[in-house]
C-alpha cells in the first residue's frame, strides 16, 4: 500500500448491485462525487471505445453470473483503465469495484497492477467487515436495504418485492442454496384490531417481527408478506433446528400484548400458524415452495391454528 500510495488520487472504487447495475463511489479523484449513485452500464457503454465494448459486455455478464471476480481492460478516449471486481460474500449481489488508470502506473507497477488491483480491492473488503462486524447485523442490512427503499416501513423487514428478488437469487444457487421457507399468519389478528384498535396492531406486528428478526434474522431473509403474513426463507433444510426456533418463537409470542394495561388486554395471549416447505426436497421454485409452505398453512389453519407443520407431498 506504501508503494502505491502515489496513486490514491487516481484509484477509483466503487459499491456495485449486479442486477441493477447501480453503483455508489467510495473512492476517487472527484471528492464531490464520493456517495453519489449512477447506473454503470449506461454511463460506461456511453463512453468505452466501440472496439472494448464487448469485453466490458462480457465482464459484466460474468459479474451477473455469479463469478466471485474478474477483470477487464478498456479504452475511453486516450485514456486506458484497468477495472477488477470481487463478490462481497456477506452482502448478497453486491460487488466492490477498483479502476485505475495505466497512465499513473510506473513501469514497474504495470508489471504487477492486476495484483495491486487485486490486493486493494481484498484490503477495501476487509476493511468493510471489520466495520460491518462491530454492528449488528440488522443495522448493516438497514443501512443497505432503506436505500433501496425495501423495506416494509411498519415492521423494518423486508417488502414482498425485495423478499421475492432476494429468494429468487438465492435459490438460483440450485443445491448450494439448500432452505426451508415459513409461511407464519398471526392468527385472528382482524379479532385484535376490532378489540384494541389499530395501534395495538400496528404494536403486535412490530414486536412480532422484532422476534423474528432476533431469532432468525443471522441465516434467514425475513419478509411481510402482507397484513399479518410473513414469510421466512431460512438458509438451512435441518428441520430440527428450524422447528426449535419456532418453539422459541411460539414462547416469545406469549410476551406481546396489545397495550401496557394487564386490565385492558385481559387474558390476551397472541399465537400464530405456520406452514414450512423445504428447498429443493419439496420444490425446485419459489413459487413452488410457497405453494407448498401456503398448503401446510392451509391444514394449520383448518386445525385450530396455534401451530406449524411441514408440508408433505400427496
Known sequence: MAYTESLAEETEIWLMEANSENIIQCAG????????????????????????????????????????TAGVVYHIGNETYTQVYSQIDFMYGWYVVVRIPSRSLSFAIQQFRTNIIWFLSIWFIATLLMFLVSHKRETAEKRVL??????????????RRAFDFTARKYLAKGLKAESSLLFIDVDYFKQVNDRFGHDAGDRILKEFSSALRELFGEISYISRYGGDEFVILVRTVDTERVNELLRKLQERAKDIKPCDDPQEYGGFTLTFSCGAARFPQDADNLDKLCANADNALYIVKESGRNNYRWYVSS
Do not use: C, F, R
Open 29 to 68: 479523484s472527484n471528492s464531490a462525487s464520493i456517495g453519489s449513485w449512477n447506473n454503470a452500464i449506461i454511463s460506461m457503454q456511453m463512453a468505452i471505445d466501440e472496439k472494448d465494448k464487448q469485453d466490458y459486455i462480457d465482464w459484466k455478464n460474468k459479474m451477473s453470473s455469479g463469478e466471485k
Open 146 to 159: 432503506e436505500n433501496l427503499s425495501i423495506h416494509d416501513p411498519l415492521t423494518s423487514v423486508m417488502n
